[in-house]
């Protein structure tokens, strides 16, 4: 029952889309009712209210981190995207900003601002994003089945050193994809300095090839000029209407070095993938040595960026899985991942753990033993922190959420065979895993498996005051663990 990102807007010509959201409009509810929604997290950063999806360009500029993010503003569905703003001197607790960026009527991003990137060129933050307009069907590059929108790459610079007034470009730096390839789409851009030059990845495919990213070079941000696809992926064989869901277009590349690998990830098939692989400077040609998924659950869209440490700080976008008619009826919808410190290891898989900053939110810690069988660690309110740390001859762990005695989320653990299995979904595990890292805040559950594998997960059935976690351990296991109340980030849920 997922809406996609780029489907909404595709149907909301139509008279059945529009009626949806002039619905989700009348039935929004107050305030008040949304700061009350026991279901709506406390401790991530999410909008005011309504609609929210992809991070975008992240920065820090003048002592403050910079979050953008893709925004309905007029209601609790997907569709009419503008950029949301936010601000933090700590990435945990964001103040709301004006809309940094809304469609222009008439121009080329009248049907929406999609997803981009933010730099500092010249001493002046700079945002490059993807603007959408109806087009005739020959010149558009959305391919879903519907064809009627045209993707075009648009820059933005900013005109105070708040970021709140942003001078748009009249005319799209990129206008149209390389003539040589039918893409099925032209998105989301990913930008980075080298020596000679600002370089441009974009992310598209094409149909029975697979997805890629298409490679740019600029000196000034305004005229680029086209290299090659820097990498192709392969279909996996589904035939679909939306190329997304068959591998045949990937969003959202996220390209950078770092721990002395090169990193692409892209999103596709409703998923995110890394790669680490090799670079070449010269042909710039990227090839992947290494693969893996970033998250196993509900996680979409991730953009990173160094903050002032030199940490490679990546935000995702945390989706929605119930239908559609609930969280149009709550007013809210979507909220962004806690903040992931990603890195390398020796054997060039990524690795993702919790930001530090995240323990700021901790309350007073409560310590004890995990023994054979099950034992319930109970839940006072839905904010919590749990880190479990096993011994090694511990085989099997299983973790449930419980709600009025009732299983409503379970994880299974096969430590042996370093597989895990969620909802449904098998996943494998870090070799020799002793940690199991969760973070509980209302509908949201991130856990951490190790530092290779993450699942983030939602749960709609958990209640304040009735909610147990129980944590299982086979006839050879034991360790510890250390559970915290989180301390919300806003007194009312806003995160104003």
Request: proline share 8%; charged share 15%.
């Amino acid at each position: 029952m997922r809406m996609k990102r780029r489907r909404f807007l595709s149907l909301l010509a139509s008279t059945t889309a529009a009626a949806s959201l002039r619905s989700a409009r009348a039935q929004s509810p107050s305030v008040a009712a949304i700061a009350s929604d026991p279901l709506r997290p406390a401790c991530h950063f999410l909008a005011p209210h309504n609609w929210m999806n992809d991070p975008n360009g992240p920065i820090f500029w003048k002592g403050n981190y910079h979050l953008f993010y893709q925004l309905n503003p007029r209601a609790a569905v997907w569709g009419d995207m503008h950029w949301g703003h936010a601000i933090s001197a700590d990435m945990i607790h964001w103040r709301h900003q004006p809309i940094a960026l809304a469609p222009t009527p008439g121009g080329p991003d009248s049907e929406g601002c999609f997803s981009g990137s933010a730099v500092v060129y010249n001493g002046v933050p700079t945002i490059l994003y993807t603007g959408v307009q109806n087009a005739p069907r020959d010149q558009a590059t959305i391919r879903d089945g519907n064809d009627k929108l045209r993707e075009t790459q648009l820059l933005a610079t900013a005109g105070d050193d708040q970021l709140l007034h942003w001078t748009k470009r009249a005319q799209p730096v990129l206008a149209t994809p390389p003539p040589d390839i039918h893409v099925t789409g032209f998105r989301d851009p990913c930008l980075w300095q080298e020596s000679d030059g600002w370089y441009l990845a974009i992310g598209s495919g094409q149909r029975g090839r697979g997805g890629c990213v298409l490679l740019y070079r600029s000196q000034d941000l305004c005229h680029w000029d086209y290299f090659h696809p820097m990498c192709w992926g392969r279909p996996d064989g589904l035939v679909a209407a939306n190329p997304c869901d068959s591998g045949e277009m990937w969003e959202c590349p996220d390209f950078f070095l770092l721990d002395g690998h090169h990193c692409l990830l892209y999103s596709t098939e409703n998923k995110v993938f890394w790669t680490t692989g090799d670079y070449d400077p010269h042909t710039h040609l990227y090839t992947p040595r290494r693969n893996g998924i970033v998250d196993h659950g509900a996680f979409y869209a991730p953009k990173s960026f160094l903050a002032p440490d030199g940490r490679r700080i990546q935000w995702g976008w945390v989706q929605e899985t119930r239908p559609q008619a609930e969280y149009a009826a709550a007013g809210w919808a979507g909220c962004i991942a806690l903040p992931r410190v990603l890195g390398v290891n020796a054997q060039g898989e990524l690795t993702m753990r919790p930001a530090r900053e995240a323990e700021s939110l901790r309350g007073q810690p409560t310590h004890g033993t995990l023994k054979p069988g099950a034992q319930s660690l109970p839940i006072a309110a839905l904010q919590q922190e749990l880190a479990l740390t096993l011994i090694p001859s511990t085989q099997s762990a299983t973790v449930r959420l419980l709600v009025a005695n009732q299983p409503t989320w379970e994880m299974r653990l096969d430590l042996r065979a370093a597989t895990g299995q969620c909802n449904g979904r098998t996943f494998p595990l870090p070799a020799h895993t002793a940690s199991v890292h969760l973070f509980l805040d209302g509908s949201v559950l991130e856990t951490f498996l190790g530092d290779t594998a993450v699942l983030t997960s939602r749960c709609y059935a958990v209640r304040p005051g009735v909610t147990i976690l129980e944590v299982t351990l086979d006839a050879a296991g034991s360790g510890s663990f250390t559970q915290w109340p989180l301390k919300p980030i806003s007194p009312d849920r806003l995160t104003t």
